[in-house]
């Protein structure tokens, strides 16, 4: 099964702006979802690719494997997401470089 990925950053805007530089790179997806506020790319494996922004509740509910932290965010920054790792058997936690 492919992993559950989440790019959070301070804002839902700057979430985005990720996701959509990463979608040239996603040359094996399934299905790229560009709706306002449901943005997903899904991977044939199962896998997917979400932009979650701190200052939304849109990553409520969502089980993940890996979060990436953007721009220079602490895990303290992202403890209200954080929880999403629970359910993964492999959680992991990347960071990006500060803007």
């Known amino acids: 099964m492919g992993r559950r990925v989440l790019i959070v950053a301070k804002t839902r805007k700057r ?3 990720l996701w959509d530089e990463a979608l040239p790179l996603a040359t094996d997806a399934h299905k790229v979802r560009r709706a306002k506020g449901a943005e997903r790319i899904t991977f044939q494996t ?7 922004g701190l200052n939304s509740t849109s ?4 089980t993940a494997d890996t979060v990436y932290l953007a721009d220079g ?5 992202a403890a209200d997401v954080l929880p999403a790792l629970s359910a993964s058997a492999e959680p992991a936690i990347l960071h990006g470089d500060a803007a």
């Open 15 to 17: 979430a985005v702006e």
């Open 46 to 52: 199962g896998g997917i690719l979400v932009p979650v």
């Open 59 to 62: 990553y409520r509910g969502i």
């Open 73 to 77: 965010l602490t895990e303290a920054d």
